[in-house]
């Protein structure tokens, strides 16, 4: 059984920067690909990014392109999500999780496909 552990969360000011770390223990053989999802007070979770971890292709939702950047260590089974830019919005719970299917072709922030999720860890943007 895979476990996944948040770190790097915390209370940033707007334009600053933040990088989450998330990492797996245990059998890993089944995972393709792991992402960063995110929950908002009162939102519904949403999907932040995703990196297949066969070809490395990565896939980000609008509001973080361009800003945010996700990478792995497969040596230490790790997925990273580099924060920069931050803005007010960006505050909530992220969560790491991992699917066994590669997300291509597919929608990758469907959370059903994930299979197993981090506890998370709370990132906050404010003055």
């Known amino acids: 059984q895979v476990q996944l552990v948040e770190s790097g969360g915390g209370l940033v000011q707007p334009g600053g920067s933040l990088r989450l770390s998330c990492a797996a223990s245990?059998?890993?053989?089944?995972?393709?690909?792991m992402g960063w999802f995110r929950q908002a007070p009162g939102k519904e979770r949403e999907g932040v990014a995703c990196i297949s971890t066969s070809d490395g292709t990565t896939y980000y939702a609008d509001p973080v392109k361009g800003r945010f950047t996700i990478s792995t260590d497969l040596e230490k089974i790790t997925v990273y999500l580099q924060m920069n830019s931050l803005k007010v919005e960006d505050s909530g719970v992220y969560y790491c999780?991992?699917?066994?299917?590669?997300?291509?072709?597919?929608?990758?922030?469907?959370?059903?496909?994930?299979?197993?999720w981090g506890q998370g860890t709370q990132v906050t943007v404010s003055s």
């Open positions: 245990g059998s890993i053989v089944s995972i393709n690909a």
């Open positions: 999780a991992v699917r066994p299917r590669d997300p291509r072709g597919s929608d990758w922030s469907r959370e059903d496909e994930y299979t197993i």
